[in-house]
């Protein structure tokens, strides 16, 4: 037998960002706690370094490498990209807040690198062995990161059940990934793919297969049914790592279910897209409805979370390439709306004091009219108001299932929409037309953190008013 070596410059980004966490895990050991911040701005540097990697090897065709299990391509690096700097924003907005509760360590940094890792996996994987490994890497990272308060029951009782579940999850979806394997005799996506479409004889066993990688790609997305960790995991987890499991993670799940899906069971879109058209029916009503009724900030912006997943799953089941680019659009600009929700429970907390409930916004225009217009801005934003640029996502997954002929979907999707919009305005009614408490306390937070929120939360309203770059790097990274 011969041996060809594997080109490595398509994981460069990959290698880079595992041993600089090893490195910095050895490191940690030997720094004081005062000397803590190293490791913060070893992080740091680790995802901008990544980043330069990631956009100097960008290239428009498709190269893959390692036996054909990992794929470099447009798609895949845009999504890194915004992995890396939605994790800088985390790790940025999070070190004044785990300072105060005596958890600025280097494990939250060394896990979140190593989640960084098993999403940038996930992301290029074009194997089903590739797809599972990214999988668990990060689901490991962020099972520990729900734990790292130690002390807090809460937060260990939200670790148990996010373990409990996401082991169920990735049982189910890995007895579907067997079941396709005995069926296809391949773990290539590209093989598998082209096995399916003419596979008649064993429609049964693959339509077996499907629901369970179904069931394990809606668990990761947090879609209705299966959503029943993500409101206990977000409130009972520290905000600083519900900050994290927010953001970039959303984006690893959107590329696990393209790879799937699109890539390795295109020949079954028609049964694929039935199952979505349900799940995203659910969420959208579930996620909606029931966070009417939700006082904890964090619980609410939870099942937020689960009805964007309705309206992301719109654009995929579509089954177009504009359908495909509208629901990648969508993630993003999901992830920059969540960084920025998350992030001002953040600003607002402090030392013995969590702001995660609405009540503890309430009269912020009077405390600091600056960031209750941000938070105004990111409100709206996910509501879909005009001219903010959560509108316009919603509108392009819209179109897109317009498009596909799905328009009874579609105005579903904006009957929710304007329920869902009750929810965010609530927010903004307790911020401007609620006095303050006697006594509350001003925003008092470091000058990094507040610059860059506000930033975040300008890029949302100037994105907004010109959504069109942004889209056409989406529709560019699928064409």
Known sequence: MSFSMPDFMPALPEMFLLGMACFILLLDLFLSERSRIVTYLLAQS???????????????????????????????????????????????????????????????????????????????????????????LLSLSMYAMVALQRDSLQASEAAMKYFVLGAMASAMLLYGMSMLYGVTGSLDLGQINSSTAAMEDNFMLLAFALVFIVIGVAFKLGAVPFHMWLPDVYHGAPTAVTLYLSSAPKLAAFAMMMRLLVDGLGGLQEQWEGMLILLTVLSLAAGNIIAIAQTNLKRMLAYSAISHVGFLLLGVLSGTQAGYAAAMFYAIVYVLMGLGGFGMVVLMSRAGFEADSIEDFRGLNERSPWFALMMLI??????????????????????????????????????????????????????????????????????????????????????????????????????
């Open 378 to 479: 990111l409100m709206f934003s996910m509501a879909g108001v005009p001219p903010f640029l959560g509108f316009w996502s919603k509108l392009a997954v819209i179109q897109a299932a317009v498009g596909a002929d799905l328009v009874w979907l579609a105005a579903v999707a904006v009957v929710f929409s304007v329920i869902g919009a009750f929810y965010y305005l609530r927010v903004v009614k307790v911020m401007y037309f609620d006095k303050a408490e006697a006594g509350a306390s001003t925003v008092s937070a470091a000058l990094d953190l507040r610059v860059v929120l506000s930033a975040n939360s300008l890029a949302v309203l100037g994105l907004g008013l010109f959504p069109g770059s942004l889209l056409a790097l989406c529709v560019a990274a699928l064409a």
């Open 46 to 136: 680790t995802l901008l370094g990544a980043l330069l990697l990631t956009v100097s090897l960008y290239e428009d065709g498709r190269a893959l490498t390692f036996s054909d299990t990992f794929i470099s391509d447009p798609m895949g690096s845009v999504l890194k990209m915004v992995i890396y700097l939605a994790t800088f924003l985390v790790f940025l907005y999070a070190k004044d807040y785990l300072r105060a509760r005596n958890m600025f360590k280097g494990e939250f940094y060394i896990l979140g690198l190593l989640g960084v890792l098993g999403m940038n996996v996930l992301v290029s994987a074009h194997s089903l062995l590739t797809i599972y490994l990214g999988l668990e």
